[in-house]
C-alpha cells in the first residue's frame, strides 16, 4: 500500500500561521497504483495545466469539482487530521507552541490512522510527503521511532505508561520518505484533498467565507474505520486538539451533519 501525504495551510502557532493546519492522506492499495497515476494524467491535461504536478490553489472552482467528480469513483480511501493551531495555551510552556513539534505532532497523528488502514487492507505502507521546508523526514522518523522505544516524543524521556498507537506490523521507518510533486505526482491528490477540507473549515482571508463545497464533494472517501459502525471523526477525520472535538464538530455544519451519534464525539 502507498499513502501520499501533504499539508495546507500556513505553519505556525498562536496565531503566527492559519488557524488550522490540515494534514491529509491518500492512501492506495498497491494494485491501484497504476490507475491512480492515470487518473492524474488525465487531470493535468484536463486542466491544461503547465505545471508537471497538480496544485490546488491554481485550480478554478469548477476545475476542483470536475477532478472531485472523477475522484469519487476512483480506488483510494482518505485520512485527515485538522489542528486547531490556536488552541495551544500561550500561558504554559509547552513543546506545541513550537511550530516543528506541533507539525510532527500532527503528522504523528495521521501516520497512526495511515498504519491503521494498511492493517485493515493487510498491506505494509509505503509513506510519501511531500518535501517541504517544515518536513525533515530523518526528525520525523526518529520522532516516531521515540513512540515505538516508549519514550515521549516531545522530550525523549522513557515512560513506560506511554502508548504507542502506531501499527509497527505494518509500518517501518525506512519506509518513510520525501519527494517534491514534479517528482512524484500522486501527491498532487494528497493537496487536493487538504486543500478541500482547509477551505470548509478556515475562511477566505480576503472574503472571510468558507467554501464547504468542495469537501462535501468528496466526504464519502474518508475512511469511516474497520468496524461496521462508521466512526469518521476518529478514522477519517480527526480534529486536534482532541478534547475540543465535539466543540469543532459543533462550530462547522459540514461537519455536524456527518456525526451520526451525537451522544458518541469520538467516532
Same mark, same amino acid.
Given at each position: 500500500m502507498w499513502a501520499f501525504v501533504d499539508e495546507s495551510g500556513d505553519a505556525g502557532t498562536l496565531g503566527r500561521g492559519t488557524r488550522w493546519l490540515v494534514n491529509a492522506a491518500i492512501c492506495i492499495k498497491d494494485a491501484d497504483v497504476g490507475e491512480m497515476r492515470r487518473l492524474m494524467n488525465e487531470c493535468l491535461r484536463a486542466n491544461d495545466s503547465k505545471r508537471q504536478y497538480?496544485?490546488?490553489r491554481n485550480l478554478s472552482h469548477d476545475d476542483i469539482h470536475g477532478i472531485?467528480?472523477?475522484?469519487r469513483d476512483a480506488p483510494w480511501v482518505g485520512t485527515v &487530521?485538522? #489542528?486547531? #493551531? #490556536?488552541?495551544v495555551d500561550a500561558t504554559q510552556y509547552t513543546p506545541l507552541a513550537q511550530p516543528? /513539534?506541533?507539525?510532527n505532532y500532527a503528522r504523528k497523528y495521521l501516520v497512526e490512522r495511515v498504519s491503521w488502514y494498511a /492493517?485493515?487492507? /493487510?498491506?505494509?505502507v509505503n509513506l510519501v510527503f511531500e518535501r517541504s521546508g517544515s518536513l525533515h523526514v530523518l526528525a520525523l522518523r526518529e520522532y516516531l521511532g521515540r513512540c515505538r522505544r516508549k519514550r515521549d516524543p516531545l522530550d525523549g524521556i522513557y515512560d513506560d505508561s506511554y502508548i504507542d498507537y502506531l501499527d509497527w506490523d505494518w509500518l517501518s521507518l525506512d519506509r518513510i520518505n520525501s519527494e517534491p510533486k514534479a517528482n512524484e505526482r500522486l501527491l498532487g491528490f494528497a493537496d487536493f484533498l487538504a486543500y478541500a477540507v482547509l477551505r470548509a473549515i478556515e475562511p477566505n482571508r480576503q472574503w472571510e467565507r468558507l467554501e464547504p463545497s468542495y469537501f462535501e464533494a468528496i466526504e464519502q472517501k474518508l475512511?469511516?474505520?474497520?468496524g461496521d459502525e462508521p466512526r469518521l471523526f476518529r478514522y477519517g477525520l480527526a480534529l486536534m486538539p482532541s478534547p475540543k472535538q465535539k466543540e469543532f464538530i459543533r462550530e462547522f455544519a459540514c461537519l455536524s451533519?456527518?456525526? &451520526?451519534?451525537?451522544?458518541?464525539?469520538s467516532q
Open positions: 497538480l496544485h490546488s472531485s467528480s472523477w475522484l &487530521v485538522a #489542528t486547531d #493551531t #490556536t488552541s516543528v /513539534a506541533h507539525e /492493517a485493515h487492507v /493487510a498491506e505494509p475512511w469511516r474505520g474497520p451533519s456527518l456525526w &451520526v451519534d451525537k451522544k458518541n464525539p
